[in-house]
């Protein structure tokens, strides 16, 4: 039997869905994967994620995993400063100009261990994030609200971040509604819902402050 080395690997943890995806044809679902990707492309970009900071993104069916190095260049609240907001401004603007291809996100962040295999990443940490963004509770707080993005963050970065109050992050903004378990234990989840809770600027603007 062949011993198998396995390191662990810090990254910090993001992953997206999109709503009601199984209610589309598969013609639309192929439409909706490539705006997806577009869109969360395009805010890890405005937020200072380039590919050399992150792996190729992992693809999820209907969502995707990014997982991104944790260096100096990229702290974690960038992707709660800057990622967050910009991807919920790139999904309202795409709503404007593709009112027939409009789609809305529920999105989750963690950190933690991660690793790798030739078949893709795997890891505790990656099935806490996924059960984040699974969760019953997130999807009805996404129903209840017109904004096209909701965000729950780990209890983790919630403590170890959030509410701390760095610029850009209010912790008044984000209530514990999620709860899931992995191994045994319980976690919790902290949602954010951006258009309710932010005054967000343009995208050029966000763009302009990492650059």
Same mark, same amino acid.
């Given at each position: 039997?062949?011993?198998?080395?396995?390191?662990?690997?810090?990254?910090?943890?993001?992953?997206?869905?999109?709503?009601? #995806?199984?209610?589309?044809?598969?013609?639309?679902?192929?439409?909706?994967?490539?705006?997806?990707?577009?869109?969360?492309?395009?805010?890890?970009?405005? #937020?200072?994620?380039?590919?050399?900071?992150?792996?190729?993104?992992?693809?999820?069916?209907?969502?995707?995993?990014?997982?991104?190095?944790?260096?100096?260049?990229?702290?974690?609240?960038?992707?709660?400063?800057?990622?967050? =907001?910009?991807?919920?401004?790139?999904?309202?603007?795409?709503?404007?100009?593709? =009112?027939?291809?409009?789609?809305?996100?529920?999105?989750?962040?963690?950190?933690?261990?991660?690793?790798?295999?030739?078949?893709?990443?795997?890891?505790?940490?990656?099935?806490?994030?996924?059960?984040?963004?699974?969760? =019953?509770?997130?999807?009805?707080?996404?129903?209840?609200?017109?904004?096209?993005?909701?965000?729950?963050? #780990?209890?983790?970065?919630?403590?170890?971040?959030?509410?701390?109050?760095?610029?850009?992050?209010?912790?008044?903004?984000?209530? =514990?509604?999620?709860?899931?378990?992995?191994?045994?234990?319980?976690?919790?989840?902290?949602?954010?819902?951006?258009?309710?809770?932010?005054?967000?600027?343009?995208?050029?603007?966000?763009?302009?402050?990492? #650059?």
């Amino acid at each position: 039997m062949t011993t198998l080395s396995i390191l662990p690997r810090q990254r910090i943890i993001v992953a997206v869905d999109i709503e009601g #995806s199984t209610d589309r044809t598969n013609f639309a679902r192929a439409q909706l994967r490539h705006d997806m990707y577009d869109a969360l492309e395009d805010a890890l970009a405005a #937020s200072g994620v380039t590919e050399d900071r992150r792996e190729p993104l992992f693809d999820r069916g209907d969502g995707a995993l990014a997982l991104i190095h944790s260096t100096d260049d990229v702290p974690i609240t960038r992707l709660l400063d800057t990622f967050t =907001p910009v991807l919920n401004e790139l999904l309202e603007l795409h709503a404007i100009a593709q =009112p027939d291809r409009t789609f809305r996100l529920r999105a989750a962040v963690h950190t933690g261990v991660v690793h790798f295999d030739t078949r893709g990443t795997y890891g505790e940490d990656i099935d806490i994030t996924v059960r984040l963004l699974d969760d =019953p509770q997130l999807k009805r707080r996404l129903r209840r609200t017109t904004g096209p993005l909701v965000l729950v963050v #780990s209890d983790h970065i919630y403590r170890s971040v959030i509410r701390h109050g760095y610029d850009g992050i209010d912790a008044d903004t984000f209530e =514990p509604l999620v709860r899931v378990e992995v191994a045994r234990q319980n976690y919790l989840g902290w949602v954010q819902v951006p258009a309710e809770s932010q005054s967000v600027g343009t995208v050029s603007r966000m763009i302009d402050r990492v #650059s």
